[in-house]
């Protein structure tokens, strides 16, 4: 019997087009590595991809974002969301990091290509009732002409400080005694009020050595004391050392922070530090009617730049808290400030306890600015004697 071998042979078809595909597709990804190493090993070390550049590219996205991403993944940082949140948009968030634009925000886009808009960028921490990005708080330097005229003021400040027949008020029930525990001052000390300049209608030209923020303090100060909260008021006319010093408006917070400095070197008993502005903006956006009575609002500015600011706009929320709840819609809210074209650090640095206030702006009366002062001592003195009470501090004494 014969057996027939049969041979079995295995052909393997080969295709030339997809092995040179492959063979090109590989060289240009390794062409792309060689390329991408080189490109990020040869560039400058401020623009090579680090932790910092990391940041730049996420502080594009808020933390309420952060928390929605997170909790896709994990529910529990759900919980952690106010009530009202609103969906986070993909398309919005993508678009901020990859163009640093906020389509929400034509600042962010504005403030690069026209010059000088960046002076009035700042980013709202709390809003106040009706507040956004089109009536935040801004300074306008006066020009150099007004802060040489002197014009004529429509009231004498001591009168209005100390007005003949003022009935005294009763003793406080706690006072801090002797001690001098919050410090004011004006750095921008010359801001005034058109109200309170004869004749005057250019919001430009409400500059003026005596009738001006400078008023507010003293009477803020004294509000303070009838509640027994022991105040320094600041006399030094800074814009005047500014003057003499031959610097520039923009140096004015250099010049304050000399004064500041000697003042909490000389009395170790300041705890607050309160530095009082005068707002830019019209009265429309700066007055508010409150049981009808006409108020002038204010705004907390915090400077991002100094280490304390975390500490800063803890304080300002908890007086902006209070401020709505006694009186709604007197502060605008809390604005943070920092970056190029701003100090950002408005001698915050200073103290824990240090806070910028706005007091109404151009157009408020002198009525309005002293229904303000009370509101705002009413509802700081309230959180003062809390925080004592909270701290245990026996420098506090009963009447």
Request: cysteine-free; glycine content about 6%.
């Amino acid at each position: 019997m014969k057996r027939s071998n049969t041979s079995r042979n295995l052909i393997v078809t080969l295709n030339g087009t997809s092995i040179k595909k492959g063979i090109v597709l590989g060289f240009i990804v390794l062409l792309m590595t060689f390329l991408l190493s080189g490109v990020l090993t040869s560039l400058k070390p401020e623009y090579r991809l680090n932790s910092s550049s990391i940041n730049d590219l996420t502080k594009n996205i808020d933390s309420e974002a952060f928390l929605q991403l997170l909790g896709a993944e994990n529910r529990f940082f759900i919980s952690a969301l106010p009530d009202q949140t609103e969906p986070i948009k993909l398309s919005s968030i993508l678009f901020k990091v990859a163009t640093s634009i906020n389509p929400d925000d034509p600042r962010s886009l504005l403030g690069r290509e026209l010059p000088g808009f960046s002076l009035y960028d700042s980013e709202i921490v709390v809003a106040g009732n009706g507040t956004n990005y089109t009536n935040m708080p801004y300074e306008s330097p006066p020009p150099t002409e007004v802060l040489e005229q002197e014009r004529e003021a429509s009231i004498n400040k001591n009168d209005v400080v100390n007005p003949s027949g003022e009935e005294p008020k009763a003793p406080p029930t706690l006072t801090t005694g002797d001690k001098k525990v919050v410090y004011i001052y004006n750095t921008h000390n010359t801001e005034s009020y058109l109200p309170l300049l004869e004749g005057e209608t250019d919001p430009n030209s409400a500059i003026h050595s005596e009738a001006n923020v400078t008023i507010v303090s003293e009477l803020l100060g004294k509000e303070l004391q009838s509640e027994g909260i022991g105040s320094q008021i600041e006399s030094t006319d800074i814009q005047q050392n500014v003057k003499q010093k031959g610097w520039n408006y923009a140096k004015s917070y250099k010049a304050s922070r000399t004064i500041v400095e000697s003042a909490m070197a000389t009395n170790q008993n300041i705890k607050y530090l309160i530095d009082i502005h005068r707002d830019s903006q019209r009265k429309g956006i700066t007055t508010i009617n409150i049981n009808s009575k006409s108020y002038a609002k204010i705004a907390f500015v915090i400077g991002g730049d100094n280490p304390n600011a975390e500490k800063n706009e803890q304080l300002a929320k908890e007086l902006h808290a209070l401020l709505d709840e006694k009186y709604p819609g007197l502060s605008r809210g809390i604005f943070e400030q920092k970056g190029k074209g701003v100090n950002g650090v408005y001698n915050q640095d200073l103290s824990n306890n240090a806070l910028l206030l706005e007091f109404g702006g151009v157009d408020n009366n002198l009525e309005e600015l002293k229904n303000t002062v009370a509101a705002v001592s009413d509802v700081f003195s309230e959180y003062f004697w809390q925080a004592e009470k909270v701290d245990g501090n026996p420098a506090s004494e009963k009447k």
